[in-house]
T-cell receptor
Framework: RKEVEQDPGPFNVPEGATVAFNCTYS??????FFWYRQDCRKEPKLLMSVYSSGNEDGRFTAQLNRASQYISLLIRDSKLSDSATYLCVVNMAGTALIFGKGTTLSVSS | DGGITQSPKYLFRKEGQNVTLSCEQN?????MYWYRQDPGQGLRLIYY???????QKGDIAEGYSVSREKKESFPLTVTSAQKNPTAFYLC???????????FGPGTRLTVT
């Protein structure tokens, strides 16, 4: 089983739509969780950390379900500028961060 | 402005030549990392360093070497032993190993 798995997509949605991405991780001892955004041919940039209680930043909401070992990212009112690849990132106990391969989002007008 | 710089942005080399990619950070981060990304693929960890003068192999260290003589600098050498060196190379740093990483703009290496 892969350590961090994401649906690669692409997710094609119209402007204004709500879209959700899920990510599963294999190590129940994982401690830190993040979502990164990567634009085409650019470096990944931290979008938000994911906390056990869930957290929200504007149109973005991240949730963690430790029992089921998955993380989710919800984007409300999608904008054209949200088009990117979203990387799920997990810290396995005792290791560096593990990056998922990413989910591609395309928002169209 | 604090951040991570990588140079050059694009690099072209002939097969059989070693090449060194630069990575500098002024964030006062202890940990630094090198990743490789191939088209349509995820990030793969090459090497990382948690403190000066110490570094560990990642998942794909063969054909690469690093040094960490200064806290701010973590150069990566792609040697002629690396079978498929053409890729997008990303450097990152973090306060600690479990903390979020911040990336430089990357170097696109093409070897022909």
């Amino acid at each position: 089983r892969k350590e961090v798995e994401q649906d690669p997509g692409p997710f094609n949605v119209p402007e204004g739509a709500t879209v959700a991405f899920n990510c599963t991780y294999s190590n129940s001892a994982s401690q830190s969780f993040f979502w990164y955004r990567q634009d085409c041919r650019k470096e990944p940039k931290l979008l938000m950390s994911v906390y056990s209680s869930g957290n929200e930043d504007g149109r973005f909401t991240a949730q963690l379900n430790r029992a089921s070992q998955y993380i989710s990212l919800l984007i409300r009112d999608s904008k054209l500028s949200d088009s990117a690849t979203y990387l799920c990132v997990v810290n396995m106990a005792g290791t560096a961060l593990i990056f998922g391969k990413g989910t591609t989002l395309s928002v169209s007008s | 402005d604090g951040g991570i710089t990588q140079s050059p942005k694009y690099l072209f080399r002939k097969e059989g030549q070693n090449v060194t990619l630069s990575c500098e950070q002024n964030l006062n981060h202890d940990a630094m990392y090198w990743y490789r990304q191939d088209p349509g693929q995820g990030l793969r960890l090459i090497y990382y360093s948690q403190i000066v003068n110490d570094f560990q192999k990642g998942d794909i260290a063969e054909g690469y070497s690093v040094s960490r003589e200064k806290k701010e600098s973590f150069p990566l050498t792609v040697t002629s032993a690396q079978k498929n060196p053409t890729a997008f190379y990303l450097c990152a740093s973090s306060i600690g190993r479990t903390q979020e990483q911040y990336f430089g703009p990357g170097t696109r290496l093409t070897v022909t």
